[in-house]
């Protein structure tokens, strides 16, 4: 499909319903100039429909924490769950990151950028890190938590998700992290707004 084509089909998908929703194999063909087209064509005022992915992560957070659902999704969990601003596409084509969890208002906020790896101490842990990954050394969760926030933004949710870990343990690893000053948590959404990518 061409970027014209794309746009021309997410117009007609507008005039049917308040939101597009991507077919899955169509989602799946996105590329990142398509998606930031999209994104920038039709503003923040348009949403779209979670891909499926999506989806099964968020059905997932339901059941493994329904207090961090409540948060994101139960003001509009009887029109339709699971859409989003349009400007999110072009975070949700990322395979492995997808919809950040950064903006909680009543529960603790557990979203973490690069930037929040905070002193010399931590740079060289980093390395140490990664030079076990390459070695194909056992990570702790911890350190495999580290060397996921260097490479991109994750929250713990996600981050537990991908790796089919504890939420629990997860939160004793950063706990384990500030502790050691190699991570500052951030736990309010006013204070993530600078860090979110």
């Known amino acids: 499909m061409t970027d014209k084509e794309l746009i021309n089909w997410c117009k007609e998908e507008t005039k049917e319903k308040k939101y597009i929703k991507f077919p899955e194999e169509l989602f799946l063909s996105l590329t990142l100039h398509q998606a930031k087209l999209i994104a920038q064509r039709f503003g923040s005022h348009t949403l779209i ?3 499926e992915k999506e989806i099964a992560f968020f059905n997932w957070l339901k059941e493994q924490a329904p207090e961090v659902w409540d948060d994101l999704w139960s003001e509009n969990a009887i029109d339709e769950p699971y859409t989003v601003a349009v400007g999110f596409l072009p975070m ?4 492995k990151r997808g919809f950040p969890i950064c903006d909680l208002l009543n529960c603790d906020n557990y979203y973490f ?3 929040h790896i905070i002193t010399p101490e931590s740079e060289m842990m980093l390395d140490s890190v990664k030079e076990r990954f390459m070695a194909h050394q056992p990570l702790t969760i911890g350190q495999l938590l580290l060397l996921e ?3 991109a933004p994750i929250d713990i949710w996600r981050f537990a998700f991908n790796h089919n870990l504890k939420l629990e ?3 004793k690893a950063v706990e384990g ?11 309010k959404a006013e204070q993530l707004a600078a860090f979110v990518e």
């Open 113 to 115: 950028a690069k930037m």
């Open 169 to 171: 343990d997860v939160k």
């Open 177 to 187: 992290l500030v502790e050691d000053k190699v991570l500052i948590h951030l736990s």
């Open 92 to 95: 949700l084509i990322e395979k």
């Open 49 to 51: 429909m979670l891909p």
């Open 149 to 151: 926030i260097s490479v």
